[in-house]
């Protein structure tokens, strides 16, 4: 148990010394007689404690009073909160060309899609220090989670993401960089950076990209930009090369921003593309510590009214005092 205003216990201090005072010059009588001592053989007197009972609950009321006055709780738990002071926004594109089965994993192909979605969750649970947002795009581009420390609550809009939940027909990168832009816009932190994942030119959208990066580089905000796809399994496939991503205007992207642009091309690669990205972006950690506490006051508020009320109802009933 803790106080939150212990100096109110030194109050405590007074109470024997007024009792005292108080005991010194002692109670008016009630009768006055020339001598107790011409009855005291008859009547059999002997000395009342009843008034010492009731100044005795009066005093234990006004103990009980100021120890509420200094506020006793229970700790009940302490949380340490982490925060690296890097705000990170990953831009994922959800255009229909993303579902390309040109990865492979366990020699089995795997859709880029799926591929950036396991590398990018765990890239979350590897920074559990940082806040971080998710930002969609194809056609439009819109919230897919705001920027959290949740990172379990992240990780579920993650895994529910998929291909079609938006417009898939297009893609607009600017839009994508201007969304995750807003979210950094007013945020105070250290760093901020946006991952952008992307595995097509931009085609659609308000805003052009390089103008979308322009507004990052006046913020101070860093866009790392990774392209999906792999060249040769798309020839392979058949497909035109609006499959691959735009590899120099994602790197004119970074390069404004001071960031780096890579091409994950396969999943050990794109792998390693966000593990760079871990070690490049790394501040100390600012710890701030939160505790909850049980409030015990209102209990010794509640003992005190309930010693007054006992000594009020004694002394106007069994241990009432004449006149």
Request: aromatic fraction near 8%.
């Amino acid at each position: 148990m803790v106080f939150a205003h212990p100096y109110f216990l030194l109050l405590l201090l007074l109470l024997p010394v007024i009792a005292w005072l108080k005991g010194r010059r002692g109670a008016p009588p009630a009768f006055l007689y020339s001598s107790l001592n011409l009855v005291e053989g008859l009547t059999g007197l002997r000395r009342s404690r009843a008034g010492a009972f009731l100044a005795a609950l009066r005093w234990l009321a006004l103990a009980a009073f100021i120890i509420a006055l200094a506020q006793p709780r229970l700790a009940k738990s302490t949380t340490e909160v982490k925060a690296s002071g890097i705000d990170i926004v990953v831009a994922l594109d959800l255009s229909g060309s993303m579902m390309t089965p040109d990865y492979a994993v366990d020699n089995q192909g795997v859709s880029r899609f799926n591929v950036a979605k396991s590398v990018l969750k765990k890239f979350v649970a590897e920074r559990p220090d940082d806040r971080i947002g998710l930002v969609v795009f194809a056609a439009q581009a819109f919230i897919a989670s705001p920027m959290t420390l949740d990172h379990d609550y992240l990780l579920d809009n993650i895994e529910r993401l998929e291909i079609g939940t938006i417009n898939s027909d297009a893609t607009a990168i600017g839009d994508g960089i201007t969304t995750a832009l807003n979210r950094l816009r007013n945020v105070q932190s250290k760093s901020k950076i946006i991952v952008l994942m992307t595995d097509g030119a931009n085609n659609s959208g308000k805003i052009d990209p390089i103008t979308a990066t322009e507004a990052a580089q006046a913020l101070g905000v860093k866009i790392y930009t990774i392209g999906l796809g792999n060249a040769d399994i798309v020839r392979r496939m058949g497909l035109p090369d609006g499959y691959l991503p735009a590899m120099d205007t994602l790197e004119k992207i970074s390069a404004m921003t001071g960031a780096k642009s890579y091409h994950g091309d396969n999943t050990e690669k794109l792998q390693n593309i966000y593990d760079e990205i871990n070690r490049l972006e790394k501040t100390e950690s600012v710890i701030s510590k939160y505790t909850q506490f049980k409030e015990l006051f209102p209990w010794f508020i509640g003992a005190g009214a309930a010693l007054l009320l006992l000594e009020v109802l004694l002394a106007q009933t069994i241990l009432r005092r004449l006149p």
